[in-house]
């Protein structure tokens, strides 16, 4: 008796993204890695940009990074931390959004 090769199959790991069941990329994993590993914080903001206020109420909402007790006091920080920002921030930076998210980091 002997062994005959018919056909290969590729071997490895591959992620399916249960939303749309279809093939996510490596970079796709790496970058949810890195959020589940690191932490989100996301802030959604009116601002004037004459003023350099904000206007209205801000909302902050984080993932992975306090624990849901010391939630209130992490947003209030970060509201402050915002607030700060746009008592500093250079004239004119508010109409590039760009910008202003790579001055926020």
């Known amino acids: 008796k002997y062994m005959k090769k018919v056909k ?6 591959t992620y399916i993204d249960n939303q749309n069941n279809k093939r996510i990329g490596d970079d796709v994993v790496i970058d949810r890695q890195t959020m589940a590993n690191e932490g989100v914080v996301m802030i959604v903001a009116q ?4 003023d350099r206020e904000i206007v209205g109420t801000s909302r902050v909402s984080s993932f992975g990074m306090v624990e849901a007790k010391q939630e209130k006091y992490f947003t209030k920080e970060i509201e402050d931390v915002l607030k700060h920002f746009l008592d500093h921030i250079k004239p004119g930076i508010l109409q590039n959004t760009r910008a202003v998210e790579e001055e926020l980091r």
Do not use: P
């Open 47 to 50: 601002i004037s940009e004459n």
């Open 8 to 13: 290969t199959v590729k071997t490895g790991k």
